[in-house]
């Protein structure tokens, strides 16, 4: 297993790492509380934690639909929390000429799952030595990856995080094969899931993807029995009013008891052995 460190926490290593924040960065005072009160839980109880946000979510269902504050004014905002808060932060970028301007700030660039495919993005990414998290595409098959990380690889960057978040079951549905956890950890790079996307149902809602919320805690309890090296949750203080993908965020209130429950499964896990 190659463990991939970003500012001193270390995936693949000996503690589970949890990656959480808003779907996108809505407005400053909300994001910058919401990585406050992250960072202070996740220091309570001593797990490692990347704050994520969007700056721009690209590819949501309507042309009308909220995408963020955009590159320059996101970025600012990322780079602000990780000074302030004091934790790294992460990212999706969406189009190669995103890429230099990204990794200036963020210390994980996101390859989203829609473009885990895009050869060019892909290198460009891995060009900056950044660590390079891949959202598995609800279109393949995590055998699939080995392909995805050879792209990475070939120029050098072996700081590859490898994400599920569910796979294609029918029209707006999303079903997650627990053996891809095992299968994806088999091409030697940590292994996070995203125990909040995998609940969507993409382009549920007509204009907006739908979530069953409901769902999240047993499918994250489920994958850390399974063995991962990290949670990938976006929260939000209250998911119903959020701007994007409300309903599959878990609302900041139940986070305690689910972190305490995870790390409990966790260390009984055998994930390191």
Request: charged share 20%; proline share 5%.
């Amino acid at each position: 297993m190659t463990t991939v460190n970003v500012d001193g926490i270390q995936f693949g290593g000996d503690r589970l790492v949890l990656i959480a924040g808003p779907c996108v960065l809505e407005n400053w005072p909300r994001s910058l509380a919401i990585a406050r009160a992250l960072k202070d839980l996740t220091a309570k109880m001593g797990l490692p934690f990347v704050f994520k946000a969007s700056f721009d979510k690209a590819n949501r269902s309507a042309v009308t639909s909220f995408r963020g504050p955009g590159l320059e004014e996101g970025l600012r905002m990322l780079a602000a929390i990780k000074n302030e808060i004091g934790v790294p932060v992460l990212s999706d970028v969406h189009c190669v000429a995103q890429v230099e301007e990204a990794a200036e700030v963020l210390d994980i660039i996101q390859i989203p799952a829609f473009l885990c495919r895009q050869t060019d993005l892909l290198i460009e990414a891995a060009l900056t030595q950044r660590a390079v998290n891949i959202k598995k595409g609800q279109f393949l098959s995590p055998y699939d990856l080995q392909n995805v990380v050879n792209k990475l690889t070939s120029v050098g960057n072996n700081r590859v995080l490898l994400t599920e978040r569910g796979t294609t079951f029918g029209y707006n549905n999303l079903v997650v094969d627990m053996r891809s956890l095992a299968i994806m950890r088999g091409l030697g790079f940590p292994v996070i899931f995203d125990a909040t996307h995998s609940v969507q149902l993409p382009g549920g809602g007509g204009t907006v993807s739908s979530g069953q919320r409901q769902f999240i805690a047993p499918l994250a309890r489920a994958a850390v029995a399974v063995g991962v090296d990290g949670l990938f949750l976006e929260v939000h203080d209250d998911p119903d009013q959020a701007l994007s993908d409300g309903p599959n965020m878990l609302p900041l209130d139940q986070l305690p008891e689910l972190l305490t429950r995870v790390a409990a499964i966790d260390r009984l896990s055998g994930r390191r052995e």
